[in-house]
């Protein structure tokens, strides 16, 4: 599990280093659209709220009043109980996604917990085209797509 290995490089360093390893930041290597400034951004978040954990996300790209579950007999079902299909989209609330570019944990909470989501977690939104997780070949050609028509920029936008 990937939290295992968080904890067991905060322990590494902290063994080598002599110093106690309070926070750390996680980048995972498959979004590699986020900016410098977007790392700085959530560690800033974290500080600023004494947060347990900030976790980025996107906007979701439909409402999650959409989603559909699949019965075992092949029946497709309101995945929440309370849609309502006459409603516009625009009445949902907007939802958001992890996008798994940055994550920022205190590391004790993280180690107590073994959860990435507490009470005290906060979200840095990020704009969906830094958003590219590369998990397929179409991902890694829409992050290509993206890089060649200069849509990520220096910029938060």
């Known amino acids: 599990m990937v939290m295992d290995a968080y904890l067991d490089a905060v322990d590494r360093?902290?063994?080598?280093?002599?110093?106690?390893?309070?926070?750390?930041?996680?980048?995972?290597?498959t979004v590699p659209l986020r900016l410098p400034s977007?790392?700085?951004?959530?560690?800033?978040?974290?500080?600023?709220?004494?947060?347990?954990?900030?976790i980025s996300v996107t906007e979701a790209p439909v409402p999650l009043e959409w989603h559909r579950s699949?019965?075992?007999d092949g029946i497709l079902r309101d995945y929440l109980p309370d849609f309502n299909a006459t409603r516009n989209r625009q009445e949902s609330a907007q939802s958001y996604v992890p996008n798994g570019a940055i994550?920022?944990?205190?590391?004790?909470?993280?180690?107590?917990t073994r959860q990435y989501y507490?009470?005290?977690?906060?979200?840095?939104?990020?704009?969906?085209?830094?958003?590219?997780?590369?998990?397929?070949?179409?991902d890694f050609k829409w992050a290509e797509f993206l890089l060649e028509k200069e849509l990520v920029s220096t910029d938060n936008s």
Do not use: C, Q, W
């Open 38 to 54: 977007d790392i700085d951004e959530a560690v800033a978040i974290f500080n600023s709220n004494e947060a347990d954990s900030v």
């Open 70 to 72: 699949i019965t075992e």
């Open 103 to 112: 994550y920022v944990f205190r590391t004790e909470v993280l180690r107590a």
């Open 13 to 29: 360093i902290a063994e080598m280093s002599g110093a106690t390893v309070e926070s750390f930041v996680a980048l995972l290597p």
């Open 118 to 138: 507490t009470d005290k977690t906060y979200p840095y939104i990020m704009p969906r085209h830094r958003s590219a997780d590369i998990d397929t070949l179409l």
